[in-house]
């Protein structure tokens, strides 16, 4: 007998996609097994060097799952197992396939977080194994979903880090996505599973799952339908900190002046640095999904030429050099280009919030600095 077991979110973040396995029990020995894609280490020789690079290698195991329902139930997560009416045939290729993936000189495999995963590993053993019939019943349905959105939303617990990765995601993480695709969230592949028949030798349909038990209710919450939209609040901060930068610019005297410094610093150098990460993560590495950035617009490695002239702002005779002036405004420009964008059809990326966000910062730091060029000496 096989089965599909899908866990829920956890409270660590990378747990919180949640998980799911093939569960394959010997009716004889009353042996269960539980078939585990996305296994890493992170004590691996160089994990952290290939995870930068895009060159990760996960691995399968094989596990008793007691230890596994033992080891979920503790950290509170939730467990559904869904009983699949295959036949003999297809239940014992299914288990031959898992037992030799999970040969040790087998079990590697190249990771990748939306095309090949725990998720879809299971998913594509499932579907070999009932002869193309997950994907004929999932593929071209769609509920107009993307890569970013499903990512999103499913760590919108951890704030920081979903604000990180919707930073680091370029315009392949935009493609509006099909069931079959979706299905590298657990969850999803769960529900494809579940609405899945099989014909019979009569012709007849048939459900694919047989029984669909909950193991566990878990105590996680849930991820939620949708990420949150953060172009409203992203606007009003953007609008908020570039009036105070501009108010700031203003002003002469060092109460004024070293805030400003501080802010236009720190800023221009996490600018700065941020665009050298995407640029790395371009052409430095295997993350597709990260390739062509339209985040370099605003997060311009220009930025870090502006840093020495930010750090002496605070000084009471602060000069700025036409230079400094030209590679401001070419960063404005570049944000400014990247909000015009939005009209193109080359231009796909949903960054709409960072544009609202970092434009005015951008804009309000160069006219400080065109103000200054021109402010008569003390």
Known sequence: MVSLLTIGPGEIFFERFGHNAIVVRDPASGEALAYNYGIFDFAEDDFLINFARGRMRYRIAADELADDLAMYRAEGRSIVEQRLDVTPEQAHALAAFLEWNAQPENALYRYDYFLANCS????????????????????GRSRGYTWRLDALRLMAPEPWLMLLIDLGLGPFADQRIDFWQESFVPETLSDVVGQASLRGTDG??????DARVELSAG???????????LRGPFLGLGLALGALLAWLGRRTHPAARV???????????????????????????????????ENLLLLNPLCLALVPAWL???????????????LAWLVVLAAAFALFSKILPWFVQANLHWIVLLLPIHLALALTLQRQATAPSP
């Open 120 to 139: 879809t590993r299971v998913r594509d053993a499932l579907d070999r194994a009932l002869g193309g019939a997950l994907k004929a019943q999932s593929e």
């Open 204 to 209: 007849d349909a048939r459900p694919l799952v």
């Open 219 to 229: 105590v996680v919450a849930e991820p939620p339908l949708l990420p949150p939209d």
């Open 259 to 293: 805030p400003l410094a501080a802010f236009a610093s720190l800023f221009a150098l996490a600018c700065g640095l941020a665009g050298l990460v995407l640029l790395f993560l371009w052409f430095g590495s295997e993350h597709r999904a990260a390739w062509r950035n």
């Open 312 to 326: 002496g702002a605070a000084r009471a005779r602060w000069r700025v050099r036409r230079a400094t002036r030209v």
